[in-house]
């Protein structure tokens, strides 16, 4: 059985962004499992960074691919680099008793925001918000995912405490 392939989207995608990815990958014999915390939610000003990775935690114990200590590849783009950053941190548990880092075998970034975005504080503008927003009428109708953008700027004190968590 070949390991599992998970994918995860960035900021103000879903995890439809990766179906022509995951098609090309299923051609050519991979096994990819879109793990996109059922399309996790970028943008509602209310969600953070640290909220997704416990999503991915949990979408991990909830699908029998990837239970318990099953070895992993991932492929992720922009912001998902910092939701699998921030996952497997495991919370501050020490290395030698993190099991979630000796689970991902191989990571592959595509345009990864390891250390953030130098274009994350124009999306919390009224003009980000307008641009890439959320457009479907309700109480989130023009957020922008303020705790999000806030953990995507560049030096913030999520990217600090994570790169001294990693």
């Known amino acids: 059985m070949s390991r599992p392939l998970v994918l995860i989207h960035g900021y103000s995608a879903t995890g439809l962004d990766f179906k022509p990815l995951c098609q090309k990958l299923h051609d050519h014999g991979i096994l990819a499992i879109d793990l996109n915390i059922g399309n996790y939610v970028s943008l509602n000003n209310e969600i953070s960074i640290k909220d997704i990775a416990e999503g991915l935690d949990r979408a991990f114990r909830n699908n029998p691919r990837l239970q318990g200590d099953q070895d992993f590849d ?92 990693d």
């Open 74 to 165: 991932a492929i992720v783009h922009s912001t998902g680099m910092l939701v699998i950053r921030s996952w497997l941190t495991n919370y501050g548990a020490a290395v030698k008793n993190n099991n979630r880092l000796k689970r991902l075998r191989h990571l592959v970034g595509l345009a990864p925001a390891t250390w953030g975005s130098p274009q994350a504080h124009k999306g919390r503008t009224w003009l980000g918000a307008l641009v890439k927003g959320n457009k479907e009428a309700g109480p989130d109708f023009l957020n922008a995912g303020d705790e999000i953008l806030d953990g995507l700027e560049l030096g913030t004190s999520f990217t600090w405490e994570l790169a001294h968590a």
